[in-house]
């Protein structure tokens, strides 16, 4: 039995067992509740404030513990454990976002927030199975950072534009060259700028280094776009 704790363990994690599968599942119900009861919600302005706060505690409590951990077990480290993949920039511009409402912060993590945790929650790079620490705070915080613009679009009305698509992609190369030089000073691989991971992942098949850089900024643009379609404010042509 995997400890809780635990450095290592003998076990592995398995994409699409019983437990990946109940998070995804659980992800899936929390969105369709959001959204089947936004009016009710946005109604009632202690019911907004107790989801706006659980989502924040989803992206927080999750992280402090992390941190300790790492700590605790000797596992911190400059080349790793820093928050500099795409999901924990996110993760922090989420918190800041909920804090501040931020219209600006809102749009980069309505886009690389859900486009990222969703690669992540579908093909997870995570060592540690289920019931391990690290396999709840892997996908506790990556459903936070998906509900996190799901609630500002649903309940708090804010919307997405064609714009912020943009803006999203001039963020992301900001990024790239921002943590691509990081990497190269740490000798490190955060947002895997210099080689795949070793697990299963959407890189498998785009290519070799560095060609599957290029092919991901092809797929966030096409991605992006998709995202975007329901909130073409469609007008029907006066007759």
Known sequence: MTSFFARYVEEEFIPY????TVVLASLVVLALLLYGFRA????NTLVKTIIR????????????????WYASVGLWSVKYTLPLELCSISQMLAIIMLFTRSKLLYQIVFFAGIGG??????????????????????FIVHIAIILA?????????????????????????????????TDYWLDANYMFLREKPEGASLLDVLGPYPYYIVVEEGIALVLFSLMYLPFIPWRRKQM
């Open 17 to 20: 067992s019983t437990s990946h």
């Open 40 to 43: 009710g919600i946005r109604s």
């Open 53 to 68: 706060y659980g989502i924040l505690a989803g992206l927080l409590v999750p992280q402090i513990f992390l941190y300790y």
């Open 117 to 138: 945790a969703m690669q992540a929650m579908l093909t997870p790079d995570l060592d540690y199975p289920y019931p391990h620490f690290r396999f709840f705070h892997f």
């Open 149 to 181: 613009p799901l609630y500002m679009t649903w309940i708090e009305s804010f919307r997405p534009t064609w714009k912020s698509v943009w803006i999203t992609m001039i963020f992301l190369n900001i990024l790239l060259v921002a943590v691509g030089g």
